[in-house]
């Protein structure tokens, strides 16, 4: 294996190509080391991908309906809801990004970037979007908010039972002292 042989361009696009041999399939058959073949075909450029040969090799591809009807179902794809303008009334529901973005003529990047509160995109051509919310999530938005009424009220009739009567500057402090525990504590700000 030292002194490698000289393999020709076009006996690699026959087995790589039209064979559908993997480059360890070609350097056993060669006899050669797998790294040998695979700077061959970077070096005659014949990379799949770069050639737009698709699915293992195969020249003009084209996918079965089955294949297609699996693509069209995205059975992971949540629904969202588009606002127009600055109104809070929903203009419609979409059962994915992809069919909004059909519908309304919009990118699906832009859309994904209005629904990802991390981008500083809020809206796409005057469209807004958020995800549908089913009823266990909002539930938890309910409760979640219900603790923290819980804890407020705790704070507030703590400091009206068993205070003596201090001015109400120093009142309104200790009143912000303990809420801003509680809102460390629930995790909105950090101590």
């Known amino acids: 294996m030292s002194c490698s042989p000289t393999i020709s361009k076009n006996w690699i696009k ?8 993997t480059d ?3 350097a056993a058959a ?13 070096k005659y450029d ?26 069209r ?26 069919h909004a973005a059909n519908e309304l003529n919009l990118q699906r990047t832009h859309i994904r970037d209005c629904l990802n509160p991390k981008k500083s995109r809020w809206s796409s051509k ?5 995800y549908k919310r089913y009823k266990g999530e909002i539930i938890v938005e309910r409760r979640n908010n219900l603790d923290f009424s819980l804890e407020f009220e705790k704070v507030c009739v703590g400091l009206n039972a068993g205070l003596p009567n201090y001015p ?5 402090a200790h009143f912000n002292n303990k809420l801003q525990k509680v809102w460390v504590e629930l995790g909105y700000i950090r101590g």
């Open 30 to 42: 060669r006899k050669v080391s797998v790294y040998y073949i695979q700077d061959l075909i970077k």
């Open 14 to 21: 026959t087995k790589y190509w039209n064979e559908e041999k």
């Open 73 to 98: 179902v995205q059975p992971h794809a949540k629904e969202i809801v588009a606002f127009k303008g600055k109104s809070n009334q929903p203009i419609g529901t979409f059962r994915s990004i992809n």
């Open 168 to 172: 109400i500057e120093e009142r309104i």
């Open 46 to 71: 014949l990379g799949k991908r770069k050639n737009g040969i698709k699915l293992k090799g195969k020249k003009g591809y084209v996918m079965p309906e089955h294949e297609k009807a699996k693509h």
């Open 126 to 130: 005057g469209y807004r979007f958020e």
């Open 24 to 26: 360890y399939e070609m």
